[in-house]
Structure formats: structure tokens, C-alpha cells
């Protein structure tokens, strides 16, 4: 498969996202079957860490198998990788779980899409040749619209949770900085390298900090429990693997486009898996607003 043709980008960012999107009814349902409840933040960060921690092994192994010489790195870049994974795996996940804990899946759908617009912004400050016009700006306006209708939730409340929206943005903030520090700090480093080691060091981080804390034996493992464990591992190295892999080869704008199939495909498969989650007309309008600014910022 030729990563840099533009229909094979095209195809692979769009399997991403449509992963990514079905990672909040998954880890919602996982929640519940595992007992897991919204204050157990010891617990969902140890869960988090279980989760990425077999999935960088996994793509760790699948190197090992296919491509051995990718995995010889310098000890600078095992530094890189380091840092890489605290901010890609171990903060963007510690607020990501305990954000998605206290949201319904469809707002976290929606909320999660502005890492797209903080990239935007972020790049705007970094790269001379990426600057803020006009299109973007209607697109920013339009997103971070979205996030507002979206955060009135299912019942038209208003209401706003740090520990759920707030952890949501952060983590949304999180993932594009990681976004960045692909694009700079991974040259020289084969991107399934880069994947697999940095979702192992944020997963061991996570593990660590995580387990003298978590009551790790209330946790029920039914069946469901541990299929969608297994799905929701493969998921991660999948998607994280490709995703890096396209962004060696195409501009990140380009690629970033298709990044509305998250909130998306998010949002139709909590409202289709998810007992009590619907549509409601802020949750169209959000959605609406939000897919229309993540083609704006990114259209060439």
C-alpha cells in the first residue's frame, strides 16, 4: 500500500476516524460492564493503561516480525519518545477517560473534535507557512461554536463539569500537541516506531501512577468487558499507527480534513449503543457546526 498516493491518505484517514469515533460508545459500554463508576479516576486510568500499554506492544511486536531495523533508535531518541508518550498517551488519556466518564458519549464525540481547531491555532504560532486567513477563521468560529451548543448536552442545561467537559478540552489540547510533536520531534523515526513506543512509555506511566490506587479487584470481566478491551486495543494500534504513517508523507491540513468523521461517526454509534443517549437539536446544530469548521480550516 502506497501511503503517499492521496487516495490511499484519503482512505486510510477516514478508516481512522470512523475508529476513533466508535472509541466513546466502546469505552462508555466498557465503563459499565467492568463497574467502573465516574469517580473511580485510579481505576480508568489503570484501565486506560492496560488498554495502550498491550497496544504499542502489539505494534512493537508487528515491527519485531516485518521491519526489525526500524526499531534501532539513538538514546536521544528514546528521550523523544519519552516525552512524546507523556503528553500523546499519558495526559491525553488521563484526561480523555475521566473526561468521557463524566460526559455522555455524544458530547464527547463533539467536544473531543476541537483538538483539530487547537492544532489550527497551534500552527498558526509555529509554521510561517501556516497562517490564519480568512477560512480558517470562519472555520475556528464554526468549530468552537459546535463545542458550545454541545456542551448543553442532551437536556439543554448548560451545565459544565471540569472533570467532564473541562477534562475533554484539556485532553482535546493534549492530543494536538502531540499532533505538532509528531510532525517535528518524529523525523528520522519510522512512524510505527514512534506509535508503538510511545503508547508503551505513556501506558507504563499510567499503570504505575494508577495501580497503588486502583481497586482493581471489584472490577467485574464479563465476556463484553473483554471483547471490548480487545477491540478497543487493536483499535489503538491500528489507528495510531496509520495515522503517524500518513503524516510522514502529507501535510497535516491535508490529512486533518478528515477528521470530521470522529464527532460523526461518534455520535451515531452512542446514540445507536448507548441506552438514553438521542439526538437533540443542540446536538445537531454542534454537530453541524463542528464538521462544517474541521473542512473549513483544513480546505485547500
Known amino acids: 500500500m502506497n501511503l503517499q498516493k492521496k487516495w490511499v491518505m484519503v482512505v486510510v484517514a477516514i478508516f481512522c476516524a470512523l475508529l476513533w469515533g466508535s472509541a466513546f460508545p466502546a469505552l462508555k459500554l466498557s465503563y459499565s460492564e467492568l463497574g467502573i463508576p465516574s469517580t473511580g479516576i485510579a481505576e480508568q486510568m489503570w484501565l486506560a493503561g492496560l488498554r495502550f500499554l498491550f497496544a504499542g506492544l502489539a505494534v512493537l511486536l ?17 528521550g523523544i519518545l519519552l516525552i512524546f508518550g507523556i503528553v500523546q498517551t499519558t495526559l491525553q488519556y488521563l484526561f480523555f477517560y475521566v473526561g468521557v466518564s463524566n460526559t455522555s458519549g455524544v458530547q464527547s464525540s463533539i467536544i473531543i473534535s476541537s483538538n483539530t481547531f487547537f492544532t489550527i491555532l497551534l500552527a498558526h504560532f509555529i509554521y510561517a507557512n501556516d497562517r490564519l486567513g480568512w477560512q480558517k477563521w470562519v472555520g475556528l468560529a ?45 523525523k528520522g523515526i519510522h512512524p ?36 471490548l478491551l480487545i477491540y478497543m486495543v487493536v483499535l489503538s494500534a491500528i489507528a495510531f499507527a496509520l495515522w503517524f504513517a ?16 470522529v464527532p460523526v461517526s461518534g455520535v451515531g454509534l452512542s446514540v445507536l449503543l448507548l441506552p438514553g443517549e438521542t439526538f437533540t437539536w443542540p446536538i445537531l446544530v454542534a454537530l453541524v457546526f463542528v464538521a462544517f469548521g474541521i473542512y473549513s480550516v483544513n480546505r485547500s
Open 62 to 78: 508487528g515491527l519485531l516480525l516485518i521491519k526489525r531495523s526500524a526499531l534501532q533508535l539513538t538514546r536521544r531518541q528514546y
Open 142 to 186: 464554526a468549530g468552537f461554536t459546535g463545542i458550545f451548543f454541545a456542551n448543553w448536552g442532551q437536556s439543554f442545561d448548560g451545565s459544565f463539569q471540569f472533570l467532564g467537559e473541562g477534562f475533554l478540552l484539556l485532553s482535546a489540547l493534549t492530543s494536538a500537541i502531540g499532533t505538532i510533536m509528531a510532525k517535528e520531534m518524529g
Open 192 to 227: 510505527f516506531t514512534l506509535s508503538g513506543w510511545q503508547l508503551t512509555l505513556g501506558a507504563i506511566l499510567l499503570l504505575v501512577t494508577s495501580f497503588p490506587f486502583a481497586d482493581t479487584g471489584s472490577l467485574t470481566w464479563t465476556p463484553l468487558a473483554i471483547g
Open 246 to 261: 500518513i503524516l510522514q508523507y502529507h501535510k497535516a491540513s491535508h490529512v486533518g480534513i478528515y477528521k470530521f468523521f
